[in-house]
């Protein structure tokens, strides 16, 4: 008994634990909805991206769910209620590890698919789709970059291939590509009716352009990503571990108090 006490409180704990865990990730999903800023909605489709966050925002909520299911179960000694905890956290575990897999299988790709999708914002949804062209402009204000790979990309190759008139051989820099705390008319002066083939003025506009940031800070971030997901699905199989065990135990104790 004394050995089955001990394990229903490192369960208590380890739920506690997710529960945190749940509602930090349904934080974090929150933020990356509600931010355009975030570099991850360049990596799918919108409507992909959407469905792709949705998912991972129910598998947030199912971790909520679990862990007040799994210390509901065990401090009220009801065994219904620590299987249905056991099989949601093997629901959320299954996702994870699929959903990790995947990403480092098809990693290649989305690198791929990130820098068409950048380049095509800005050579041709930019000007078409204001929703996006709000989200670019938040993410080179913030990231403090232009264009794709740089800024000569706002050139727009498809109008030099239309033919060389007075109109096509000059080209607009949206002013979110300026830097912090330049004035009005010097940041319009450097992004506004530019000869192709000027030099750019980069004391006035960012230099890098946003995909190189992207994949900067993804690659930053990547070892640090899977060391803490990795930590975190091992304490995720461990309690699986120990729910599975308390789960017999249960099922014995209820037993012997008959």
Same mark, same amino acid.
């Given at each position: 008994?004394? *050995?089955?006490?001990?394990?229903?409180?490192?369960?208590?704990?380890?739920?506690?634990?997710?529960? /945190?865990?749940?509602?930090?990730?349904?934080? %974090?999903?929150?933020?990356?909805?509600?931010?355009?800023?975030?570099?991850?909605?360049? #990596? $799918?489709?919108?409507?992909?991206?959407?469905?792709?966050? %949705?998912?991972?925002?129910?598998?947030?909520? /199912?971790?909520?769910?679990?862990?007040?299911?799994? &210390?509901? @179960?065990?401090?009220?000694?009801?065994?219904?209620?620590?299987?249905?905890?056991?099989?949601?956290?093997? !629901?959320?575990?299954?996702?994870?590890?699929? @959903?990790?897999?995947?990403?480092?299988?098809?990693?290649?790709?989305?690198?791929?698919? #990130?820098?068409?999708?950048?380049?095509? #914002?800005?050579?041709? !949804?930019?000007?078409?789709?204001?929703?996006?062209?709000?989200?670019?402009? =938040?993410?080179?204000?913030?990231?403090?970059?232009?264009?794709?790979?740089?800024?000569?990309?706002?050139?727009?190759?498809?109008? &030099?291939?239309?033919? &060389? #008139?007075?109109?096509?051989?000059?080209?607009? !820099?949206? =002013?979110? *590509?300026?830097?912090?705390?330049?004035?009005?008319?010097? *940041?319009?002066?450097?992004? $506004?009716?530019?000869?192709?083939?000027?030099?750019?003025?980069?004391?006035?506009?960012?230099?890098?352009? *946003?995909?190189? /940031?992207?994949?900067?800070?993804?690659?930053?971030?990547?070892?640090?990503?899977?060391?803490?997901? +990795?930590?975190?699905?091992?304490?995720?199989?461990? +309690?699986?571990? !120990?729910?599975?065990?308390?789960?017999?135990?249960?099922?014995?104790?209820?037993?012997?108090?008959?």
């Amino acid at each position: 008994m004394g *050995c089955y006490s001990c394990m229903k409180f490192l369960f208590i704990f380890l739920n506690v634990i997710f529960l /945190l865990f749940g509602i930090a990730g349904v934080g %974090v999903i929150v933020w990356i909805l509600l931010d355009p800023s975030v570099p991850l909605h360049f #990596t $799918q489709q919108q409507n992909d991206f959407m469905i792709a966050t %949705v998912i991972y925002l129910i598998v947030a909520l /199912l971790l909520v769910l679990l862990s007040v299911l799994g &210390i509901y @179960s065990v401090s009220k000694e009801i065994r219904w209620a620590l299987v249905v905890s056991f099989s949601l956290l093997l !629901i959320v575990i299954v996702v994870e590890v699929a @959903s990790g897999v995947w990403i480092y299988i098809n990693r290649q790709n989305l690198d791929e698919f #990130t820098h068409a999708h950048v380049k095509r #914002t800005v050579q041709e !949804i930019y000007d078409t789709d204001k929703n996006i062209r709000e989200m670019f402009d =938040t993410i080179q204000s913030k990231m403090y970059c232009c264009g794709a790979d740089n800024p000569a990309d706002w050139v727009r190759n498809k109008e &030099i291939n239309m033919g &060389i #008139t007075t109109k096509l051989t000059k080209f607009n !820099i949206p =002013t979110s *590509c300026c830097r912090e705390n330049i004035a009005e008319s010097t *940041c319009l002066a450097a992004t $506004q009716n530019i000869k192709i083939g000027n030099d750019l003025d980069f004391g006035v506009i960012y230099e890098k352009g *946003c995909y190189v /940031l992207i994949k900067e800070n993804i690659l930053n971030s990547l070892t640090v990503i899977f060391c803490v997901f +990795g930590a975190i699905l091992g304490v995720k199989v461990f +309690g699986l571990f !120990i729910g599975l065990i308390l789960a017999f135990s249960m099922n014995r104790n209820n037993r012997y108090k008959a």
